[in-house]
């Protein structure tokens, strides 16, 4: 099985930055896209930042120039350093991963527990 595990969040002052990180464990042979969502109470949950095998990045529009994500193979591990936060940032942050067992072969998908973020003065 492989299991999901987000870090990182907690309340931080507008402006200020946290560093997210989500690692995924067990029999896994190579992680495809690996994303950050959030949800904040009473909305639906949105993609923030992705990024591809190759490196490839993609953020929501209300993120971009303040949101990095990032990626180590070696640790299947993707973390997702966030800066000039702002009061609307507040959600719960998750990861997900889209996993192979084998090559070639599908992949499925993994998702963690969430870690809150609240940005409040």
């Known amino acids: 099985q492989v299991q999901v595990v987000e870090s990182g969040g907690g309340l931080v002052q507008p402006g200020g930055s946290l560093r997210l990180s989500c690692a995924a464990s067990?029999?896994?042979?190579?992680?495809?896209?690996m994303e950050w969502y959030r949800q904040a109470p009473g909305n639906e949950r949105e993609r923030v930042a992705s990024?591809?095998?190759?490196?490839?990045?993609n953020y929501a529009d209300s993120v971009k120039g303040r949101f990095t994500i990032s990626r180590d193979d070696s640790k299947n591990t993707v973390y997702l350093q966030m800066s000039s936060l702002k009061p609307e940032d507040t959600a719960v942050y998750y990861c997900?991963?889209?996993?192979?067992?084998?090559?070639?072969?599908?992949?499925?998908?993994?998702w963690g527990q969430g870690t809150q973020v609240a940005v409040s003065s």
């Open positions: 997900r991963g889209l996993v192979a067992f084998r090559r070639p072969g599908p992949t499925y998908q993994y």
């Open positions: 990024i591809t095998s190759g490196g490839s990045t």
């Open positions: 067990g029999s896994i042979f190579s992680i495809d896209a």
